[in-house]
Antibody, heavy 119, light 110 residues
C-alpha cells in the first residue's frame, strides 16, 4: 500500500521560504506524476504544482515564480519550496500522487501538514 | 485559471439520491475526460471517489457515480447514508497542463 508523508516546519516567518518534503513508501516514485496541493483553513483545495519522476515540472500560474518542486528518486522523495510567503500562504499542505497512466485524478494523499505563516 | 463552479451546499434524506454539479469551461471540463471527485471529512485528507469522469477506484461504493455533459460534470450519490455527510470537491485537468478545483460542496444528510 502506497503511503505519503509530508514533513517540514509548521511555522514560517513572513517573507521567508516554506520548505516541505514528501516521502513515498510502499511503492516507487518512478513512472508517476507527483503533486503538491494546499487548503487554507475553512476553504477549498488549491493545486500548487507537479513534478514528474524525470524532473519535469509545472506550477499553478497564480503562484507565479514563487514555487519550486523537485524530485529525489533515490530517496523516494519530492519537495516543495515556496518563497516570499505571506499570511495568505497559511494552509494545510498535501502531497499526492497522480493516477498512473493518466491525468484523471489524485489517488494517494498524505495526511497533510499545517503550515502557519506568522512572525 | 478560474475555479470550477460547484453549489455551496446540498442536502438529502437517508436513502435518497443527490447530484452535485461542477461547471467549468472548454479549456478544462469540456476539453478532457480528466474530471475527478473527492470526499473530505473534517480534519481528514481528501479521498478520491471518482476519476476520469466516471471511474470508481477499488473500494469506493457503487452508490457513487460520475458523468459529464459539455462543460459540466456531475457526481451522483444514491441511497444516501449518514457517513456520506462531508465536503465534496471536483477537479479537472486543463489545457495549461495544470489542475483546477471547484470551491467545494457541503453535503448534509438530514
Amino acid at each position: 500500500q502506497v503511503q505519503l508523508q509530508e514533513s517540514g516546519p509548521g511555522l514560517v516567518k513572513p517573507s521567508e521560504t516554506l520548505s516541505l518534503t514528501c516521502t513515498v513508501s510502499g511503492g516507487s516514485i518512478t513512472s508517476y506524476y507527483w503533486s503538491w496541493l494546499r487548503q487554507p483553513p475553512g476553504r477549498g483545495l488549491e493545486w500548487i504544482g507537479y513534478v514528474y519522476y524525470s524532473g519535469s515540472t509545472n506550477n499553478n500560474p497564480s503562484l507565479k515564480s514563487r514555487v519550486t518542486i523537485s524530485v529525489d528518486t533515490p530517496r523516494n522523495q519530492f519537495s516543495l519550496k515556496l518563497t516570499s510567503v505571506t499570511a495568505a500562504d497559511t494552509a494545510v499542505y498535501y502531497c499526492a500522487r497522480v493516477i498512473y497512466g493518466g491525468l484523471g485524478g489524485f489517488d494517494y494523499w498524505g495526511q497533510g501538514t499545517l503550515v502557519t505563516v506568522s512572525s | 485559471q478560474s475555479a470550477l463552479t460547484q453549489p455551496a451546499s446540498v442536502s438529502g434524506s437517508p436513502g435518497q439520491s443527490i447530484t452535485i454539479s461542477c461547471t467549468g469551461t472548454s479549456s478544462d471540463v469540456g476539453r478532457y475526460n480528466y474530471v475527478s471527485w473527492y470526499q473530505q471529512h473534517p480534519g481528514k485528507a481528501p479521498k478520491l471517489m471518482i476519476s476520469d469522469v466516471s471511474i470508481r477506484p477499488s473500494g469506493v461504493s457503487d452508490r457513487f457515480s460520475g458523468s459529464k455533459s459539455g462543460n459540466t460534470a456531475s457526481l451522483t450519490i444514491s441511497g444516501l447514508q449518514a457517513e456520506d455527510e462531508a465536503d465534496y470537491y471536483c477537479s479537472s485537468y486543463t489545457t495549461s497542463s495544470t489542475w483546477v478545483f471547484g470551491g467545494g460542496t457541503k453535503l448534509t444528510v438530514l
